[in-house]
């Protein structure tokens, strides 16, 4: 089988400092994890990585510790040890996520994808070592292959998922950019330093038979870890005391050679990045805090940060600062962020329902005065049709997990056997992979790509989903291949594509759909038949270009356009493409 994995660099093995005594390092060990203990009595303790999802609150950034069943401490105290430490967006420029992250690792109890994830890599070699009758020979060739392959790997993939999902996880919350100099990525590999006895006897034994003992990666035997880098190497001497510090406050102390880590929050530098949604996601679940309590609960620091970012929020009214019980000032978030409210402000509710498609024009301005998508909430659903143009090449997506993963079992299992059958003739090819936003490279993807590059780090990519010629339906995010063939709802068992639409709208608890498809295409005919009402769709509006001559290139022009202009927020009644095309609305639901 091909060795995958990079090997071990020496320089990352070195012979001076001398490895660390056992007293020494049973005493960090015993520090390590009290500041792990005090992480889940803050945080509300471990979750199971089987029963989590995405419609948990989950930092954007942040560093995963693994707990496996059965692995308990034995040197350094009681309790469950860690077996593998984990981060993600180590690039300059990535929008991976936490949850993203995650979602690669748990997979679904059908399948997964190993290639995506070198944890569920180790633990599948593991498997098969266990259970010879489960070995392929492909396990971990290459970063794609085609579905044949796949489909040879779905069995070991399920048993793989179905060891992951029995494990704890518990996350740190750093918050800064992304980048191979990341705070996070100090956190990663010296926890993983610690906790490896790759280099020493170990502390902390695994128990005797521990899966990752029948791995064939001696980092993963020697090291006790499911981890294949850092095993090796040296802990830094400032580690602990920053990791406590990050802990307690979420405020690190200088970290010796790293440089500082600010980005921009509502114009203002500030140390860490994504702090305005952190701060938006802890209201959502727990109203009326004040900036002490928020900056614990939403793990910003310093408080100042808070106060400023809150300020800054009120100014753009998406919160109010008032005196709450106690006589001190409480946040309050406004109706645009709070759960079950729509993104596109009171848009959809006003515009007429009548079974033909309405002019926006008509649209009140008082009551609906721009159709808005600058702050789209994890409610809105966004859906697209795909292009007939492909961009070449291959991208690695480590935005995790697919569109099969958000699906129940028997459904998912449904759409792949529907996309096997049409990938014939579709001339599919997925010796090369790409996210879709970026694979589809039409007149439509191309005059959006900026705006949908700088919605990156919000939900908004993360909830946009494309009607595909070859595989009927896959998130933005999704990596696909390359393919020759248009939407035709008739290559698809009937009511499939609908119900995988409803179910996923369901699954992620979707209120608000905005479809900008052109009216006379199969995308809108699939669309009319989804039973919104009964997927928990409170307003699903369609919007399509006005008919025109060269439609092939105006139209999606026209939604390209659109879609940019709604999500700078600027979206109007009296809206007008380049090429002059008006849009037309129509309430489905």
Same mark, same amino acid.
């Given at each position: ?35 792990? +203990?005090?992480?889940?009595?803050? +945080? ?8 989590? %999802? ?22 350094? @105290? ?29 997979? /679904?109890?059908?399948? &997964? ?25 492909? !396990? ?21 998922? /179905?060891?992951?999902? *029995? ?36 502390? %902390?034994?695994?128990?005797? #038979? ?21 095993? $090796? ?7 602990? %005391? ?6 307690? =406050? ?26 305005? #949604? ?7 679940? !727990? =109203? +009326?805090?004040?900036? %002490? ?5 939403? $793990? ?34 406004? @109706? ?9 402000? =009171? ?43 492909? /961009?070449?090449? =291959? ?46 490279? $039409? ?71 905005? /479809? ?5 295409? &199969? ?5 009319? *038949? ?39 927020? $600027?979206?109007?009644?009296? !809206?007008?493409?380049? #090429? ?10």
């Amino acid at each position: 089988m091909p060795e995958l994995l990079p090997p071990l660099d020496p320089r990352a093995v070195p012979q001076s400092p001398s490895p660390p005594s056992p007293v020494d390092l049973k005493s960090d060990l015993i520090r390590f994890y009290r500041s792990l +203990d005090r992480l889940a009595e803050k +945080d509300g303790g471990t979750r199971e990585l089987g029963s989590a %999802d995405g419609r948990m609150i989950w930092p954007r950034h942040g560093v995963y510790f693994f707990f496996e069943p059965g692995e308990s401490r034995s040197g350094s @105290g009681s309790g469950h040890r860690v077996v593998r430490v984990g981060t993600h967006a180590l690039k300059v420029g990535s929008g991976s996520t936490l949850w993203g992250r995650l979602a690669q690792h748990r997979g /679904a109890i059908s399948g &997964g994808n190993h290639r995506g994830s070198v944890f569920r890599q180790l633990v599948g070699l593991a498997i098969a070592n266990r259970h010879p009758e489960l070995h392929v020979s492909t !396990w971990g060739s290459g970063t794609s292959a085609p579905p044949q392959v796949t489909e040879q790997e779905r069995e070991l993939e399920a048993r793989v998922s /179905a060891v992951l999902a *029995k494990m704890q996880v518990l996350w740190l919350a750093v918050g800064d950019e992304p980048g191979p100099q990341s705070l996070r990525g100090f956190i990663e590999r010296n926890s993983i330093a610690l906790l490896s006895s790759y280099r020493h006897p170990a502390i %902390d034994p695994a128990s005797p #038979d521990w899966l990752g003992y029948r791995c064939p990666r001696e980092r993963v035997t020697k090291s006790g870890l499911w981890n294949s880098n850092h095993v $090796g190497e040296v802990v830094d001497p400032t580690f602990l %005391d920053v990791l406590e510090q990050l802990v307690e =406050s979420g405020a690190p102390l200088p970290v010796s050679g790293e440089a500082k880590h600010q980005t921009t929050v509502d114009g203002r530098r500030v140390r860490t990045g994504g702090n305005a #949604d952190l701060i938006i996601a802890a209201l959502q679940r !727990w =109203s +009326d805090l004040d900036d %002490d309590e928020l900056a614990q609960r939403a $793990g910003v620091s310093p408080r100042q940060q808070v106060n400023i970012v809150c300020r800054r929020l009120e100014q753009r009214g998406l919160l109010k600062r008032l005196i709450g019980s106690r006589g001190k000032i409480v946040n309050r978030l406004t @109706g645009i962020h709070q759960p079950g409210t729509s993104a596109i402000p =009171s848009g959809p509710p006003s515009l007429p329902t009548k079974s033909a498609p309405v002019a926006v024009k008509a649209i009140s301005t008082r009551a609906n005065p721009a159709i808005s998508l600058a702050s789209a909430s994890p409610d809105t659903l966004i859906i697209l049709p795909c292009s007939g143009r492909k /961009a070449d090449g =291959s991208e690695s997506s480590d935005d995790g997990g697919t569109l099969l993963a958000e699906l129940p079992d028997i459904l998912a299992s449904r759409l792949s056997a529907a996309r096997r059958a049409v990938a014939g003739i579709a001339h599919l090819d997925e010796s090369t992979l790409m996210p879709a936003w970026h694979r589809y490279n $039409g007149t439509l993807y191309q005059t959006a790509r900026l705006a949908l590059e700088l919605s990156r780090d919000t939900c908004l990519l993360q909830h946009i989903l494309i009607l595909s010629g070859a595989y009927g339906i896959v998130r933005a995010v999704d990596p696909i291949g390359t393919y020759d063939l248009a939407m035709e709802e008739n290559r698809w068992p009937p009511g499939l594509l609908q119900e995988v639409i409803e179910t996923y709208a369901r699954r992620l608890n979707i209120h608000h759909v905005l /479809a900008v498809v052109s009216e006379t295409t &199969g995308y809108a005919r699939i669309l009319r *038949k989804v039973a919104w009402r009964r997927a928990g769709v409170s307003d699903a509006l369609l919007l399509t270009p006005e008919a025109s001559t060269g439609a092939m290139v105006k139209a999606p022009r026209a939604i390209g356009e659109a879609l940019v202009t709604m999500m700078a927020g $600027g979206f109007d009644p009296s !809206w007008r493409s380049s #090429d002059g095309l008006q849009m037309f609305a129509q309430q489905l639901a």
